[in-house]
């Protein structure tokens, strides 16, 4: 069968963009970390080169979630997922950010972009326990360095892996 390569090359790609969504806080430096993960992500292998990633905040701060989803489908989203970013399940993660997102996907009015809201990145269970299981390994090869470790065979363990890189 022959490719058509005219028609393959003019099919639009399809924008999708991830709105992750914290809190929000006084406190500048929190609000800049949200924006420095998201930037991070785009420019990460694992995300797709047609996604937009955004940041917005529940309340205190700007961007608004609101806000970040106007500007995703202004650089042409027709799909958005929003991401509670949250280490747990609680009111805000499963009530309040979903509430926000519909109340502003009312009023943004443009029922030819999908919008969706996945769990809170705490409440994959699986993923917590790996993100955990590496930051604690990271302080145990850097920050527990000294032979007497208190981690008994396990810091014996670690030791000799370390000889052996």
Do not use: W
């Not at 490719?3 to 929000?24: M, P, Q, Y």
């Not at 958005?80 to 996907?105: M, N, Q, R, W």
């Not at 699986?126 to 396990?154: P, R, S, T, Y």
């Amino acid at each position: 069968p022959k490719i058509n390569a005219a028609a393959s090359t003019t099919r639009k790609v399809e924008r999708v963009g991830i709105l992750i969504i914290d809190h929000g806080s006084r406190r500048e430096a929190s609000n800049e970390h949200l924006e420095k993960l998201a930037v991070a992500y785009q420019e990460s292998n694992r995300c797709p080169p047609h996604f937009l990633v955004g940041a917005a905040h529940m309340e205190i701060a700007r961007p608004s979630i609101e806000d970040g989803l106007n500007d995703l489908i202004a650089k042409g989203a027709s799909r958005i997922v929003c991401h509670p970013y949250f280490l747990s399940p609680g009111k805000h993660a499963t009530e309040d950010v979903p509430a926000l997102i519909a109340e502003a996907t009312l009023r943004i009015a443009r029922p030819d972009v999908t919008i969706i809201t996945t769990n809170s990145i705490g409440s994959n269970v699986d993923i917590m326990v790996n993100a955990i299981g590496n930051v604690v390994e990271h302080a145990v090869k850097n920050d527990l360095k000294n032979e007497n470790d208190g981690l008994g065979f396990f810091g014996d363990v670690m030791r000799m892996m370390e000889e052996q890189q």
